[in-house]
């Protein structure tokens, strides 16, 4: 049984910086990718970036591309979402995901339960 926890959401405005965190329980946390999705009011959700279980070769929805950062602490069983040049469209409860391989297999069994993000125009 795997939990996960989001934070740091909050409400900045356009232009603005955020970091999101997703704490995780369990020791196996260092094993699997991970990712981060985002789902906007009335809109399906969407996949945002992910990562696999070394940390190596991130990727990112190219909505997202050079303004957002995936990272994790495998030491800390944390993984991180830094959101750079935000933008109103980037408005969304955001949510983090364990897949179910050590690299991406885009099949993900644990969710957490979300940060909003309200960015401000």
Avoid: H
């Avoid at 704490?23 to 699997?32: C, D, I, Q």
């Amino acid at each position: 049984q795997v939990q996960l926890v989001e934070s740091g959401g909050g409400l900045v405005q356009a232009g603005g910086s955020l970091r999101l965190s997703c704490a995780a329980s369990g020791r196996t946390f260092s094993s699997y990718a991970m990712g981060w999705f985002r789902q906007a009011a009335g809109k399906e959700r969407e996949f945002v970036a992910g990562i696999s279980w070394s940390g190596d070769s991130p990727y990112y929805a190219d909505s997202v591309k050079g303004r957002f950062t995936i990272s994790r602490d495998n030491a800390k069983n944390t993984l991180y979402l830094q959101m750079n040049s935000l933008k109103p469209e980037d408005t969304a409860l955001y949510y983090c995901a364990k897949d179910v391989r050590t690299v991406s297999s885009w099949s993900y069994d644990y969710w957490g339960q979300g940060t909003q993000v309200t960015v401000s125009s």
